[in-house]
Antibody
Framework: QVQLQESGPGLVKPSETLSLTCAVS?????????WGWIRQPPGEGLEWIGS???????YYNSSLKSRVTISLDTSRNQFSLKLGSMTAADTAFYYC???????????????????WGQGTLVIVSS | DIQMTQSPSSLSASVGDRVTITCRAS??????LAWFQQKPGKAPKSLIF???TLQSGVPSKFSGSGSGTDFTLTISSLQPEDFATYYC?????????FGQGTKVEIK
């Protein structure tokens, strides 16, 4: 069974860059699947940040695209999120997740977020 | 982007009640819709995918229906462990988007 675990700083200063890592066990991230990041401000809803395919292709939320980088580290079986120019509005629980797969007439597609990490709270404050 | 609108935003119900939550997509997403349950301090947990397919291990009191733009999640007999917030998510295509959530509270 695949398991995901986020790690990173719980506190980031305004204007700094957030770096989070998602360690994956039970599956090799270089083999297949899309891997994503989702965030949730305390008491609010879920926002997709971005995802990466096992081949390194990336997909970002247009509202965050200028500040986001997602990358794979296959040697450590983990993937990472970098979010620049942090502000208080970026305070949130950050989750990593693995998409499901489905197939349509054009081939395999990234599905819903099937497996989730437990999440990590990141607070932006000086 | 495909907008997902859930209704109601919150509801109060009693143990044993039948509860229905609606999710509407801003364009046709076929059956590519999932439902999640989230309890305080926990990550979302997938309940249903492909609009009506129950995730393995999820009790049959949960059911989903719909296609195109209109979808529903039904809990047939609400139990204490079902009080939580429920989200829908479309995966017809990138960008993947969520509904704003429906909080189910105890009456």
């Amino acid at each position: 069974q695949v398991q995901l675990q986020e790690s990173g700083p719980g506190l980031v200063k305004p204007s700094e860059t957030l770096s989070l890592t998602c360690a994956v066990s039970g599956y090799s991230i270089s083999s297949d699947y899309y891997w994503g990041w989702i965030r949730q401000p305390p008491g609010e809803g879920l926002e997709w940040i971005g995802s990466i395919y096992h081949n390194g292709n990336t997909y970002y939320n247009s509202s965050l695209k200028s500040r986001v980088t997602i990358s794979l580290d296959t040697s450590r079986n983990q993937f990472s999120l970098k979010l620049g120019s942090m502000t208080a509005a970026d305070t949130a629980f950050y989750y990593c997740a693995r998409h499901s797969y489905y197939y349509d007439s054009s081939g395999p597609k990234a599905g819903y977020f099937h497996h989730w990490g437990q999440g990590t709270l990141v607070i932006v404050s000086s | 982007d495909i907008q997902m609108t859930q209704s109601p935003s919150s509801l109060s119900a009693s143990v044993g009640d039948r509860v229905t939550i609606t999710c509407r997509a801003s364009q046709d997403i076929s059956i590519y819709l999932a439902w999640f349950q989230q309890k305080p301090g926990k990550a979302p947990k997938s309940l249903i995918f492909a609009a009506s397919t129950l995730q393995s291990g999820v009790p049959s009191k949960f059911s989903g229906s719909g296609s195109g733009t209109d979808f529903t999640l039904t809990i047939s007999s609400l139990q204490p462990e079902d009080f939580a917030t429920y989200y829908c998510q479309q995966y017809n295509g990138y960008p993947w988007t969520f509904g704003q959530g429906t909080k189910v509270e105890i009456k």
